[in-house]
């Protein structure tokens, strides 16, 4: 069965049919580029599997790991293992990064019926994850991508992957705003 499956996707921004009749079928494991040129829909995909509640499905089936993904809220896409990364990192002031990271790891836990990870076996796992995406302890510390160059926002968002082991990641302009 298909990790993410769509078929005959129509939606649009405000008046504006954008997706006219999106298929796409993609397997565990599989890695697909969707290429094109500016206005030409790829955003609008991503808005529409994120839930975006300003892009609206107007037909067609969209369906993640089995479960109609337009049916679910975006809190509920995360935790079913859908991860999206966009053109634009949103900054989250007053909330940092270890703030953030652990109650979305133990959202997910939770999710998958797992034990919430305790403080010391998050740490574990953060320095695992450390070591693994090179990130400063000190971006860490900040409040969620606040003064975060656009380098700084990226490499962030490869670590809150890493940290969130999601079934797919949708990555949407993943070289704007590099330093």
């Known amino acids: ?37 500016n206005g030409s829909g790829k955003s ?23 479960v109609d993904l337009c049916e679910m809220d975006a809190h509920d896409r995360a935790r079913a293992g859908l991860f999206l990364a966009f053109q634009y990192p949103v900054e989250i002031a007053g909330i940092s990064n270890m703030y953030f990271l652990k109650a979305a790891v133990n959202a997910i836990r939770e ?14 796992v953060i320095e695992d994850k450390k070591k693994l995406v090179k990130i400063r302890e000190d971006l860490l510390e900040r409040a969620v991508n606040s003064g975060f160059s656009g380098g700084e926002k990226k490499r962030n968002e490869i670590f809150q992957m890493a940290m969130l082991e999601p079934k797919m990641a949708i990555l949407d302009e993943t070289d704007s705003g590099l330093d």
């Not at 609008?44 to 089995?66: H, I, M, P, Q, R």
């Open 1 to 37: 069965m298909a990790l993410l499956d769509i078929k005959e996707l129509q939606a649009q921004v405000e008046d504006k049919l954008i997706l006219k009749g999106i298929n796409l079928s993609i397997e565990p494991g599989e890695v697909h580029a969707i290429m094109g040129p």
């Open 44 to 66: 609008t995909l991503s808005n529409v599997l994120a839930g975006n509640e300003s892009y609206k499905k107007t037909s067609g089936d969209v369906l993640f790991d089995g």
């Open 111 to 124: 999710h998958r019926g797992e034990k919430q990870l305790d403080a010391m076996e998050f740490l574990d």
